[in-house]
Nanobody, 118 residues
C-alpha cells in the first residue's frame, strides 16, 4: 500500500470553487504501479460514493452529479492527483477521500472536509 495525504478542503459558498490535492508516498515501485487514483466522498448519513477517478493513461470517470463541474487530473510524476471543483452546491458538502489502487490493494487518505454554504 501507499500513504495518501489530502489538502485543500474547507468552506466555500454556493457557486464557488475549491481545489483538492492528494500526494502519495511510499516505495518507488509501489508509486509507479498506482492505477487508478481518484476521489470519493461521504456525506453525513450517506454511503461513500465515487466522485472521480483517473487512470495512468489519463482515462477519467465522473459521477453524474459532478460531470461538467469537477475536473480530475494527475501530476506529471503520477503520484499526485487533483480535483478542481467549480459551481459548488450544498449537496457537495462531504468528507472527500483520496483513493489509489496499487497491485490490487486499495489505499485511502484520512479525508478532508468540504463544506458548501448556501
Amino acid at each position: 500500500q501507499v500513504q495518501l495525504a489530502e489538502s485543500g478542503g474547507g468552506l466555500a459558498q454556493a457557486g464557488g470553487s475549491l481545489r483538492l490535492s492528494c500526494a502519495a508516498s511510499g516505495s518507488i515501485f509501489r508509486l509507479k504501479a498506482i492505477d487508478p487514483m481518484g476521489w470519493y466522498r461521504q456525506a453525513p448519513g450517506k454511503q461513500r460514493e465515487m466522485v472521480a477517478t483517473i487512470t495512468k493513461g489519463d482515462s477519467t470517470n465522473y459521477a453524474d452529479s459532478v460531470k461538467g463541474r469537477f475536473t480530475i487530473s494527475r501530476g506529471n510524476a503520477g503520484n499526485t492527483v487533483f480535483l478542481q471543483m467549480n459551481s459548488l452546491n450544498a449537496e457537495d458538502t462531504a468528507v472527500y477521500y483520496c483513493y489509489s489502487r496499487t497491485y490490487g490493494l486499495d489505499s485511502w487518505g484520512q479525508g478532508t472536509q468540504v463544506t458548501v454554504s448556501s
